[in-house]
């Protein structure tokens, strides 16, 4: 080969070469500056969350990650499953946890709150606000406090425990009285804006982004880790958890699966009292998985009164009592509903306003599923209590729809239904025929009616008492 024919071909192996080494430098590169990784709990905290910060945490201890960014925006949760993740914050003494409220408008209230002062370092964006740690109930009489000591003392020391590891558990003056900042969240029930949150100490900084909280977190060291942030500017990378975990997520929200066990109850009893369209095959898939995402913690009190409802609502379907025993039923399922909401405590510590919005969008559907079953069911209950009508047709008048040939198929008109046709005469379009025979789905028609039944020898003997009776 000559030189002049062998250049090209060492032109193109360089190119080769070169692109294969910048691939191969491209990880390297990437791998020089700073990653953080960002996970999100913005909703109600159960153990779908403790499934997700576990594979969050994991990712970012094997991903080389220099922190682990938590960006909050809930109205508490689980008690229990909040001290999971408190344990796992406390334990992973390798990978920095930063908490964030954020962005504007966020809250971190309850249990959240305990989150976020587990954190190392902690930030809220302006317009954002914490506390509401005080455990409640929504009772007849609207929103009660729950002031048992046993419930308020421990709520108080899980989130004095984990403000003292992280340099935050300080006595603060407000007004005339004084008290440790989270006898302030959880007895007095304090709420806080970023700017007094940052004052009181509560939280590290005010950041209205995640790079913002970066920049300020550079140079720190966390108290209870003793790790030296390195973040400034570092590439925020979004976590994304597993498929088990979304769909472990999607069903243990409290009001998702609460409505499933409400809605497996009623397709089941569909199914018993109205069997042939698999409506109990469905209700039972549901069922099982409503328990899934409820931890099978129903209470008994409630599940009691979904018995009493099942049974009331199948007696008034197979002996009709002007619709009581219906109603008495749907009414039995939606005080269940009311009991089922998992969210008093010391199970659940969450705030005033989700615990009356998860009773209404529990309750409202409810009703409304169960009157529209019980409606379902009578219309099914009816059709089928209905003699048969078989042969009602004959003698009734029908409309030639193309004209008809004798002894050929054709179509007629009646009821506002097309019938396959036969007629022994031709018919012209549009002309009116009688029904004198039904032969399965084809009707024989011709021009005249057909004669009028004889009746029984019985009516022939007594006719002129039927005929005295109605003059």
């Known amino acids: 080969m000559t030189p002049d024919r062998a250049r090209p071909a060492v032109v193109l192996l360089a190119i080769v ?76 003494r390798t990978v920095p946890i930063l908490g964030w409220v954020g962005p504007v408008g966020a809250h971190a209230f309850s249990a959240g709150t305990i989150l976020l002062e587990s954190t190392d370092l902690a930030a809220m964006a302006t317009g954002t606000t914490i506390g509401s740690v005080q455990p409640v109930i929504v009772g007849p009489t609207g929103i009660e406090p729950v002031t048992d000591p046993k419930i308020v003392n421990a709520v108080v020391g899980i989130l004095e425990t984990q403000m003292a590891l992280n340099g935050r558990n300080k006595t603060v003056t407000i007004g005339n ?74 069903l243990s929200d409290p009001l998702v699966a609460s409505l499933l066990l409400i809605l497996g109850i009623y397709l089941v009893i569909f199914g018993v009292t109205t069997p042939g369209h698999g409506a109990e095959i469905a209700g039972v898939i549901i069922l099982l998985l409503a328990l899934i995402g409820l931890g099978f913690s129903v209470d008994p009190l409630a599940l009691l009164l979904f018995l009493v409802g099942v049974a009331l609502i199948i007696i008034e379907v197979k002996t009709p009592g002007h619709g009581v025993f219906g109603i008495g039923g749907i009414i039995a399922i939606i005080l269940a509903a009311a009991f089922l909401a998992p969210l008093r405590p010391p199970n659940f510590v969450v705030s005033p306003d989700y615990q009356i919005f998860f009773l209404a969008a529990l309750l409202t559907p409810t009703g409304f599923f169960g009157g529209f079953l019980l409606f379902a069911v009578y219309k099914v209950q009816q059709v089928r209590r209905q003699k048969p009508t078989v042969g009602v047709m004959i003698g009734e008048s029908a409309t030639v729809v193309d004209g008809l040939h004798a002894g ?28 004198q025979e039904i032969e399965g789905i084809t009707l024989h028609v011709s021009a005249s009616p057909p004669p009028p039944a004889t009746p029984s020898p019985l009516r022939q003997r007594f006719a002129f008492l039927l005929r005295r009776k109605a003059a």
């Open 17 to 92: 070469l070169s692109s294969v080494i910048l691939v191969a430098l491209a990880p390297t590169a990437r791998a020089q500056g700073p990653r953080v990784l960002v996970a999100t709990v913005d909703g109600a905290i159960d153990r779908s969350t403790v499934e997700y910060f576990t594979e969050a945490l994991d990712e970012a201890r094997t991903g080389g990650y220099a922190a682990l960014v938590v960006r909050f925006d809930t109205p508490g949760g689980e008690l229990a499953s909040t001290l999971a993740l408190t344990e796992l914050m406390d334990n992973a």
């Open 177 to 250: 009285q004084t008290l440790p900042l989270a006898e302030w969240f959880v007895v007095e029930n304090l709420n806080l804006n970023a700017a007094d949150a940052q004052r009181y100490g509560a939280s590290n900084f005010t950041a209205d982004s995640i790079e913002d909280f970066l920049t300020q977190a550079d140079g720190t060291t966390t108290i209870y880790k003793g790790i030296q942030m390195h973040v400034a500017g570092a590439e925020i990378v979004p976590f994304s958890a597993s498929a088990r975990v979304r769909l472990l997520e999607l």
């Open 408 to 435: 050929e198929k054709g179509y007629v008109m009646t009821r506002g239904e097309l019938w396959s046709a036969l007629s022994d005469q031709d018919q012209s379009a549009n002309a009116k025929v009688y029904i």
